[in-house]
């Protein structure tokens, strides 16, 4: 286990204070995009951003690697339930790019307040982590649509019922894999 510097610890509080806020700009944002038929609920899609935000935040606790993993798993999946839901790949960046101008707002006042070169290395890492997690998106929206050409694991007409359970299911797991961190670091 790794000790978070001052700064990072500095940002970590900030997006836990934030978090809330984020998260319902977040989640009203992406909901206003929506078509009107949907594979997944509405709770399941805020359960997952949610996920995202918690994990990120993990990221700049002691456990950081460990939460590096599992973040980028989670981006991953996120795109491959954005696939599921009919976006296009632009769509999957844009939502996370929605989600890196949220942090830059709402980090704003404490990376300004940093010594010069502690907050350029947080905002930095933060633009990191979120590329990676915005790859990862990717990859794992391809990984849908190249399966669904090849006829497996695509998505069949009719099959929304098992898609938002199998969500929830993967919504579950990682749920349990954050608290199992969580528990870690202390």
Sequence with gaps: MRP???????????LTSSRDQIHAEW???IVKRL???QPHRRDTIERQLG???DLLNQVAGPLRREATELWLNASEWYGRTAAQRGLAAGEVVEEFQYLRGLLIRHLFEIVTTLPARQSLANVLRLNRLLDSGVAHAVVGYTDVLVESLL????IPVGAL????SEMETRLDQFERDLA???GLSG
């Design 4 to 14: 978070s510097t001052s700064a990072l610890a500095a940002v970590g509080q900030m």
């Design 27 to 29: 989640t009203a944002w």
């Design 35 to 37: 078509p009107s038929s």
């Design 51 to 53: 996920l995202l935000l």
């Design 151 to 154: 006829d497996r694991h695509g």
């Design 161 to 164: 019922e098992t898609a938002e």
């Design 180 to 182: 199992e961190l969580k």
